[in-house]
Each structure stands twice: as C-alpha cells, then as structure tokens.
Nanobody, 115 residues
Framework: QVMLVESGGGLVQAGGSLRLSCVAS????????MGWYRQAPGKQRELVAT???????NYADSVKGRFTISRDNAKNTVYLQMNSLKPEDTAVYYC?????????WGQGTQVTVSS
C-alpha cells in the first residue's frame, strides 16, 4: 500500500506564489510517475504536471511557464512550485503516483487565489 501526504496549500493573492509538497510512503516501485492534478468546483479533475522517476516532465498548457514540478527520488517527494498565480488556479490540488497498473491519490490540499 502507498500513502501520499500533501502540504503547502493556502490562500494567496493573484500574482503570488505557493509551493506544494507530497511525500509518498509504503511499497513504492522505483520506476514511477508522480504528479499533480487539480479539481475546481463544478469541474472535472485535470492534469497540472507530472514527472517521471527518470526525469521526463509534462505540463498542462495553462500552467506552462508559471509552475515547475520537481522531485527528490531519495525522499519519495514531489514538489510543485507555483508562481504568478491566477484566480483560475483556485482548486483542490491532488498528488498522484502511478507505477505500472497501480495508481494512488493523496487527500488533496486547497489552493485559493484571490483577485
């Protein structure tokens, strides 16, 4: 079993920054993809960014140039640095880990950007 614990959400003004962290624990296969998804009220959950254990990254077009995903494989931790935040970035942000056919989710952390 794998557990994901997020931290770092909060309330910030437009143009501000936040850094999210997610620590994975449990039986983690070394080859995996960790990332972040978000869900705004009334909308479907959507990809924000992912990063593979070998380094490949993927970003949603809406966050390119503003958000940066990074990870520390030794600590089984993934980070999301969010800069130039916009009100439309307001959502619950979920950490995700995929390894083969297995997929795990964190409990989510709220990010609210005020205008």
């Amino acid at each position: 079993q794998v557990m994901l614990v997020e931290s770092g959400g909060g309330l910030v003004q437009a143009g501000g920054s936040l850094r999210l962290s997610c620590v994975a624990s449990g039986s983690i296969f070394r080859f995996n993809t960790m990332g972040w998804y978000r869900q705004a009220p009334g909308k479907q959950r959507e990809l924000v960014a992912t990063k593979g254990s070998a380094g490949s990254t993927n970003y949603a077009d809406s966050v390119k140039g503003r958000f940066t995903i990074s990870r520390d494989n030794a600590k089984n931790t993934v980070y999301l640095q969010m800069n130039s935040l916009k009100p439309e970035d307001t959502a619950v942000y979920y950490c995700n880990l995929r390894s083969g056919a297995a997929e795990y989710w964190g409990q989510g952390t709220q990010v609210t950007v005020s205008s």
